[in-house]
């Protein structure tokens, strides 16, 4: 099966400074590679997604890019705020339903 | 819309009882799972329904029964309780007419004693 690896497990930033946390997975057929956040007590939620067929996509201060040959994809949060601490998971799609996720990143930003 | 509500929020069982989690979503979504989140691993697979009347295993599906018997509501079954089960239990929906994103319920926090 798939086999999703995400590093750092923690990770500390100043506000207003960059985050990036990374993952690599090792199916190729993995077609779809969603992004969660999840905060205290709540069930993740989907922050931004890639498909195979894309290498970058930004929705404002977040961005995801893939690399397939590498088997390699990588959330870049900027200018982070308080309110982007949480945990966050990547994940890998194979098949019609099955994600694999990640095992997390504990992101704290330091006001 | 409710999106996906799951019920309970918390339980706590003995080893050997049995129980239900509920699981229902209002969003008409085809494909239903559930996950559980233990520390440290992430978010595992246990079933899934692409459909009514239609469920497949995931990556640990020992322990656990589904049924899949209307569009809306996907119930994950405990036959005989274990402390190994003690986990937080997610309920997912998604639909491959809106891209497999998948929405996610506020979980159900599983102790067993």
């Known amino acids: 099966g798939e086999n999703v690896e995400q590093h750092p497990s923690t990770l500390s930033v100043q506000e207003g400074d960059s985050a990036v946390i990374k993952c690599t997975y090792s199916?190729?057929?993995?077609?779809?590679f969603p992004w969660y956040k999840q905060e205290l007590g709540k069930g993740p939620q989907l922050i931004i997604d890639?498909?195979?067929?894309?290498g970058e996509k930004k929705d404002q201060r977040i961005a995801v890019t893939l690399n397939k040959t590498a088997k390699h994809f990588s959330l870049h949060i900027t200018e982070t705020q308080p309110e982007d601490s949480a945990v966050y998971f990547c994940a890998a799609k194979t098949g019609a339903n099955n994600l694999f996720f990640g095992t997390g990143t504990r992101l704290t930003v330091i006001p | 819309n409710a999106g996906v509500t799951q019920t309970p929020k918390f339980q706590v069982l003995k080893t050997g009882q049995s129980m239900t989690l509920q699981c229902a979503q209002d969003?008409?979504?085809?494909?239903m799972s559930w996950y559980r989140q233990d520390p440290g691993m992430g978010l595992r697979l246990i079933h899934y329904s692409v459909g009514a009347g239609i469920t497949d295993q995931g990556e640990v599906p020992n322990g656990y029964n589904v049924s899949r018997s209307t569009t809306e509501d996907f119930p994950l079954r405990l036959l005989s309780a274990a402390p190994s089960q003690t986990s937080v239990y997610f309920c997912a929906s998604s639909s491959p007419r809106k891209g497999y994103e998948q929405y996610f319920g506020p979980g159900t926090r599983l102790t067993v004693t």
């Open positions: 890639i498909r195979s067929n894309v």
């Open positions: 199916d190729s057929a993995s077609n779809y």
């Open positions: 969003m008409n979504h085809e494909y």
